[in-house]
């Protein structure tokens, strides 16, 4: 058996478990009539909260009693095989893809890629290129190297611990069938993208994730905030899709082949041609454009926070661990791109460039300063939220600013490195607010919450090890790959960008642990009645919980810095293969930095950390409402308004996409239609209309005119000539002798 024959069954597994899933489902569904309650357990169902909901930018409490818990028990058709269907599906798909990374190591030891082409799917012929002219087939062909053997062993890992722990959270909601179908699907759809041997079919997955997110955001499709949350989502990632089948385009027109190793090595055989004119450039920053809608970036970030609308496993599988790292994805996997530009950049400006002109001519740079720009933001957004799952959703949001930060400097490996510890730590996090809203029959308000430390002990020791991680702290998996990130930003010489990346770290320890003292110490603040119900959760979701946790303090190790000796970073020596070599001159030169200087920023990073950490705790302790939080919220009560109304983007692009350019601009089109495009067709009516009145006078008065006197003039000589004819032979005898009468006269006076 080889790597490639392994290959396509990594997705087929869980496309068969969707259309297995789907198909019970839907008989289910016939035969209760067509009724699903999607909120099943939830009793009433989810609601907009006290504050207006979804119209307010607040998520809805995902109210979840799930096993054990108080809400309404439905009878689901199929239980048992949904149960056991979904997370097998998702299992044999890790089964196989960690046979396909050990068969695949065997055969090339893991320096050499391996594609295997199932069918031509769009033999599109000899088509036009800017350089001549190229022969161009679409395959569906997948691909298996160090970069997507990377993404498919921790996404069908950590997808697999989300089925099972979905077992649990969705156990009595009537749509447990259609939920595993989705989960199923979006399995199916993340897998391809990543195994995508070109950027068609990548891009096929890359919109699978797309619909797959607006489905399970919007899983409660009865609820207005599920459904407006759901299409924003959607929208959101459209507008940034447009970006990306604009490269796609330009890589085609550059290059003659979207096949990744022939596009790639076409690319570093004559990297001047191709960034000559910022073609490279262009293309780049055309698929940076889709990354922003898929990763949640600025200026395209909105959608991630109000799809915590969705059931709490999605908010682990989706957006935290899988799709909104497909664009840090994307960008490490066309890297030859952003290295090109940026050594075009520094050879058009200079050794020492202006911020301006590499804003022009750096695609990597541009990169860089949205990723560092996000990752402040968010994480500015995440120090004044009280719901517990959108804490969690802007810390995703500023961490993969982390993320497109490291690739922007041309870190590539540490921006990968951080993807697959995040995979961990976050996926944690939101498994781990999940059992806390079980515990708490879907309270989701962390002002509500309060000394549920001993009453949901596996909860809480799981999402400390977490939230250790995300802050950074020796030892755990977050602080190797965040300190790899900060490291070679300053290295790189983009002091302005370590310095917000270093003040973003301070800022995530302390709304992390804020999180973690207003949650679990102090005193309940809830009712007496959801605290006589407060429970931990069943094994079912325990058991992934602690696995996870696990992830987040030993995933690290694989990154260790080379400045801890003895260790080596096995991690970017994996990562080395995917990086194609440019010719001489044309190689990003080496980032380095002394071990004192490492070492430096290791312990600035790891004060800042602390610092934060320190804080959180010095804010947040005593009796409810905290004293310090108060007076600061006194003290600038403007900016702590705009900081919880998240500066107010939402309301801004309401104002200017939906009311100005939107309706009113729609409303001038309207006008123009009206006024001018009817005008122009009503007036060419009347023009056709009066020109139709002159030609029927003309035709009636000299076409009919002269067709009836013509017609007029035959039958008057007709008549005529009726009269001659008589039939009396004197009148005939008299005509004739007239006749030689007439000719004798003409003879003679011509003659």
């Excluded at 869980?14 to 699903?36: E, I, R």
């Excluded at 611990?161 to 069938?177: E, K, N, P, R, T």
């Excluded at 309060?450 to 802050?471: E, V, W």
């Excluded at 965040?482 to 983009?494: M, N, Q, R, V």
């Amino acid at each position: 058996m080889k790597a490639v024959d392994v290959l396509p069954w990594i997705p087929v597994f869980p496309l068969l478990g969707f259309l297995v899933n789907g198909l019970l489902y839907l008989v289910s569904h016939s035969k209760l009539g067509g009724k699903d309650a999607p909120l099943g357990a939830h009793g009433a169902g989810g609601h907009d909260d006290a504050h207006g909901g979804h119209a307010a930018g607040h998520v809805a409490p995902d109210h979840h009693a799930g096993p054990g818990g108080h809400g309404d028990h439905v009878e689901i058709p199929f239980k048992a095989l949904h149960t056991w269907i979904g997370p097998l599906a998702s299992g044999l798909a890790c089964v196989a893809a960690f046979l396909a990374i050990f068969l695949w190591m065997g055969e090339t030891r893991g320096e050499e890629a391996l594609v295997t082409t199932l069918w031509t799917w769009i033999p599109v012929g000899s088509v036009p290129t800017w350089f001549g002219g190229a022969n161009v087939s679409f395959d569906v062909a997948l691909r298996i190297d160090p970069l997507s053997a990377l993404m498919i062993g921790f996404v069908t890992f950590v997808g697999t611990l989300i089925h099972v722990y979905s077992v649990g959270y969705m156990g009595h909601d009537a749509g447990y069938g259609r939920f595993f179908a989705y989960l199923n699907l979006f399995m199916f759809a993340m897998l391809t993208l990543v195994l995508g041997a070109n950027l068609p079919i990548l891009f096929v997955g890359w919109e699978g994730v797309g619909l797959c997110s607006y489905l399970l955001i919007g899983y409660y499709y009865d609820k207005d905030f599920a459904a407006d949350a759901g299409k924003k989502a959607f929208v959101m990632n459209r507008i940034g899709d447009a970006g990306f089948l604009l490269g796609l385009f330009g890589c085609l027109a550059m290059f003659g082949t979207v096949d990744f190793g022939r596009m790639f090595a076409t690319a570093a055989a004559d990297p001047a041609k191709y960034a000559a004119g910022g073609l490279v450039t262009a293309a780049a920053l055309c698929l940076f454009i889709g990354a922003t809608g898929k990763s949640a970036q600025i200026p395209l970030y909105v959608w991630l926070p109000d799809a915590m609308a969705g059931p709490t496993p999605v908010s682990a599988l989706i957006h935290a661990a899988t799709m909104v790292t497909a664009g840090v994805y994307m960008v490490a996997r066309m890297n030859v791109l952003f290295r090109i530009s940026h050594e075009w950049a520094l050879k058009v400006l200079g050794e020492g460039p202006s911020v301006f002109g590499l804003l022009t001519h750096d695609a990597s740079f541009v990169v860089a300063v949205i990723g560092g720009l996000t990752a402040f933001v968010a994480a500015t957004i995440g120090l004044a939220q009280n719901d517990i799952k959108k804490v969690l959703a802007y810390s995703t949001v500023s961490q993969l600013g982390y993320m497109f930060l490291g690739c922007g400097v041309l870190a590539f490996g540490a921006g990968m490195f951080h993807v697959f510890t995040h995979a961990f730590f976050k996926a944690c996090l939101f498994l781990g607010s999940g059992s806390v809203i079980h515990a708490l029959g879907g309270e989701q308000d962390m002002t509500k919450m309060g000394g549920l430390k001993d009453k949901i002990p596996h909860t809480f020791r799981t999402m400390l090890i977490a939230t250790i991680a995300i802050a950074g702290i020796p030892f755990f998996s977050g602080f190797f790959s965040k300190d790899a990130i900060l490291g070679e930003t300053f290295a790189s010489g983009h002091v302005v960008l370590w310095a917000v990346g270093l003040v973003t770290a301070g800022m995530t320890a302390f709304y992390m642990f804020r999180l973690i003292r207003m949650t679990f110490y102090g005193t309940f603040r809830g009712s007496a009645e959801t605290w006589a119900h407060v429970h931990e959760s069943p094994a079912t979701m325990t058991v992934p919980l602690w696995i996870l946790a696990a992830g987040a303090f030993v995933a690290g190790y694989w990154g260790i810095p080379k400045v801890l000796p003895p260790f080596v970073n096995k991690f970017d020596g994996f990562l080395e293969p995917i990086f194609v070599k440019l010719p001489a001159g044309w190689t990003p030169h080496p980032h380095e930095a002394s071990h004192a200087l490492e070492y430096a920023l290791m312990a600035a990073s790891v004060a800042v950390a602390l610092v934060g950490i320190a804080l959180a705790v010095r804010f947040y302790s005593g009796a409810f409402p905290f004293a310090l939080p108060s007076r600061v919220a006194a003290a600038v009560p403007r900016l702590t308004r705009a900081v919880r109304q998240k500066y107010y983007v939402d309301e801004a692009y309401e104002w200017l996409f939906v009311e100005r350019l939107g309706k009113r601009f729609g409303r001038f089109l309207w006008d123009v239609d009206a006024r001018v495009v009817d005008g122009a067709v009503n007036g060419s009516r009347h023009v056709t209309v009066g020109l139709s009145h002159v030609s029927d006078w003309i035709d009636k008065t000299f076409v009919d005119g002269a067709v009836n006197g013509v017609a007029d003039g035959l039958q008057a000589a007709w008549r005529g000539q009726g009269r001659l004819q008589t039939g009396q032979t004197q009148s005939y005898a008299l005509a004739m002798a007239g006749g030689v009468f007439g000719l004798v006269c003409l003879y003679i006076i011509f003659a």
